[in-house]
């Protein structure tokens, strides 16, 4: 399964689009991007995926490039809630279902 | 819909003693896993079960852990006897594997605290 690479942290002003980026350049063609974030003191939650075409949901978008070497996960309007570590995980459906979770990029939304 | 449900929350114990962690998966998920996280390590998994057979197990840090899903709504993850490094917060997913790109919903973790 291809690895990702995400910055460290970043700080999002509160309202304002937070676009989290996660480069996969050695993804396959069959490997699914996944996007979780973290909560301190909670588990993971699942927020969105995807494969080849932009998603959205009622929590993010996720716009993946064309040649898919790289997303970027976006939460439209952020709040403070939205503070917490966000996780890009590839994956292939038929495989091992192993996510392996990096660093992640430590968000946090300021007043 | 409930979600993945762990117990305890919580979990205090003195080295040596054996600790068993508690999963119940989302209703009508086939697959299972067990995930340990710490500060030095990150989320790793431990082992993952699909229709409560145990298919990758790599992940077991040692003897001292073993897992069992005796039926598609129950796992137990058990550390005996336990160590202080064991002390981390570990988590259970569940999922449906096998239908597509179904992701993995998890619990809220048991923090374990081995003095």
């Known amino acids: 399964d291809a690895k990702t690479t995400q910055p460290t942290s970043m700080d999002c002003a509160e309202g304002r689009a937070a676009n989290l980026p996660c480069n996969h350049s050695?993804?396959?063609?069959?490997?699914?991007v996944y996007w979780y974030r973290q909560i301190h003191s909670q588990g993971p939650q699942y927020i969105i995926h995807g494969l080849k075409n932009n998603e959205t949901n009622e929590m993010a978008s996720l716009i993946i490039t064309e040649d898919r070497k790289s997303s970027t996960l976006i939460l439209p309007h952020a709040t403070l809630r939205d503070t917490a570590v966000y996780y890009c995980?590839?994956?292939?459906?038929?495989?091992?279902?192993?996510?392996?979770f990096g660093t992640g990029t430590r968000l946090k939304v300021l007043a | 819909d409930a979600g993945v449900i762990q117990s305890p929350r919580h979990e205090v114990t003195e080295m040596g003693q054996e600790v068993t962690l508690r999963c119940k998966p989302i209703?009508?998920?086939?697959?299972l896993f067990w995930y340990r996280q710490t500060m030095m390590r990150g989320l790793e998994l431990l082992i993952y079960f699909n229709n409560n057979v145990p298919i990758d197990d790599s992940g077991m840090p040692e003897d001292r852990f073993s897992a069992k899903m005796p039926n598609a709504s129950f796992s137990t993850l058990k550390i005996q006897p336990s160590e202080p490094r064991d002390s981390a917060v570990y988590f259970c997913a569940s999922s449906r594997v096998g239908a597509g790109d179904q992701p993995q919903h998890f619990g809220d973790g048991t923090r374990l605290s081995i003095l």
């Open positions: 050695t993804i396959s063609g069959n490997e699914y």
């Open positions: 995980i590839v994956l292939r459906p038929s495989g091992t279902y192993k996510y392996i």
């Open positions: 209703s009508g998920h086939n697959s």
